[in-house]
Structure formats: C-alpha cells, structure tokens
C-alpha cells in the first residue's frame, strides 16, 4: 500500500497546474503582464521536489522540506503550489511525462506487442530513477500529459488488432496494472539492497538452514520437485527479471489470441 496518493488535492488547482503549460501556450499571443518576474516557477517547485524524494525517500518530501532546497521559506511555495497534495500530483505526471511516449506521427516500433514492450521498459526504468514512485497509490490518477500521453499510446498500439473499444480499454487496463505492479517491486528490490547493504542472494544465502533445519519435503513436494530440478537456482536480480518478462509476454499472448492472431 502506498505511503501517498495521488488525486488527492484540489481538482480545478490541480488541472491548472497540471496543464500550465497548454494554458502558457495559449496566451502565447498575449502581451506580457506588467510587473515583477516571479521568484520562483513551478517547474523548479517539481524539480526540487523530485530531487527530494529521489534522495531521501518520499516520506522526506514535504513543503518545507522543497522550501529548504529552494533557499526560500515555506509560504512562498504556496503562491505556486496549494499543498502538498497537489505537488503529489505534479510530480507523479512529470515522472510518466520523463518515459516520451512516442506520440502521433513520432516513429515507433512497428507491431504492436514491440510497442507495448517499450511502454514496459520506459515504465520500469522511470520506477528504477524514481523509486518513491511505487509509494504512491495512483487508483485516482493525475489528469496531467503524463497520463493523457501514456493511454494515447496503449490504445493507438491496440487499435488496429481487432478489439472493441471495451476490450482496449481492458486490455490497457491490465498492462498497466502488470507493469506497474513488476516495475515497484523491482524498484523495491533495488531500494532494500541499497538501503540494506545486502545483496538478495546475500540474503537468501544467509538463510540457507532453512531448507536443511525446517523445510519439510513430505509436507510440500511440489516445491521439493521444482527445486531439486533448479527451478530456483536463478540469482534473484535474474530470477525477477525472468518472471517479469514471462509475465508480460503471457499478458501479451492472451490478448493476441482473442483477435485470433496468435500463430
């Protein structure tokens, strides 16, 4: 369960913020606004932020905490930023922003499961340099380009394979459950290992008098067959790289042979 959750501060603040530049874009033609430059952006409030939470760990993250990376004080934040709520949500949609998606027109792999795997790999690489990330429950999301960006591209992949509209949705909706459930607890994996100073073989290895000292054979052979057989002889950074990928191809293959592709 998350520490934090997205979705949680003030919905028309928020989507202005979220979308500061699209309105920024439109005013392009305006004339400037008279009076003092702003001491601070918003961009640069995210900036620290992320830097934050990527250094110290989100429950580290806070309003005066961003103050002090800044050199201002706390209340200058909320000229630009209601809470912290809203900073939640600002930093969550610039994180899926960092995966450049690609959009319409932008070269992309050819089929559509390679399209769906670049999707994975972005997501797991944006879950490795902002492991926070998996501490934040996002089951009410951002309305930000991150998250626009991100289902335009899952639905433009699966829009020529022969599903319904229903089905892509689903089928959306599942990658995106997998992946990010996979990409958290790789990034968990790394987080314990650089906090820890152990290794998980480390720690397996430490515990290696289990299996003569209390696992019972008789009690559980199916376990006893898939070990004897090297089912588990994979190092562990392997081991969850390898489920990750069968996962994700498994997922892939059941929504190929609905539309009756699979060969």
Not at 247 to 257: E, F, N, T, V
Request: net charge negative; glycine share 10%; charged share 25%.
């Amino acid at each position: 369960m998350g520490v934090e959750r997205s979705g949680g501060g003030d919905p028309e603040r928020t989507l202005a913020l979220l979308w500061r530049d699209h309105a920024a874009a439109g005013r392009a033609g305006d004339k400037p606004a008279k009076g003092r430059r702003p001491r601070l952006t918003v961009d640069q409030i995210v900036g620290a932020a992320l830097s934050v939470a990527d250094r110290e760990g989100l429950t580290s993250m806070s309003m005066s905490r961003v103050g002090e990376e800044l050199g201002v004080g706390t209340m200058s934040l909320y000229t630009y930023v209601p809470g912290k709520a809203e900073l939640i949500d600002l930093m969550v949609d610039a994180v899926l922003s960092e995966r450049d998606l690609p959009g319409p027109g932008d070269p992309r792999p050819e089929g559509w499961r390679e399209q769906i795997e670049l999707y994975a790999e972005r997501t797991r690489e944006a879950y490795r340099r902002h492991p926070w990330l998996r501490q934040v429950s996002t089951v009410r999301p951002p309305l930000g380009p991150g998250l626009m960006a991100q289902q335009e591209y899952l639905l433009s992949a699966l829009s020529d394979i022969g599903l319904s509209p229903r089905q892509m949705t689903a089928a959306a909706g599942a990658i995106v459950t997998f992946v990010d459930a996979a990409a958290a607890v790789s990034a968990e994996y790394d987080h314990v290992e650089r906090t820890t100073g152990e290794s998980a073989d480390a720690w397996w290895a430490a515990r290696g008098s289990f299996w003569d000292d209390y696992f019972d054979t008789t009690r559980h052979p199916a376990i006893t067959r898939v070990w004897r057989e090297g089912g588990f002889d994979a190092p562990a950074a392997e081991a969850n790289a390898e489920s990750y990928r069968f996962g994700l191809r498994r997922l892939l293959d059941g929504i190929q042979a609905l539309t009756g592709q699979l060969q």
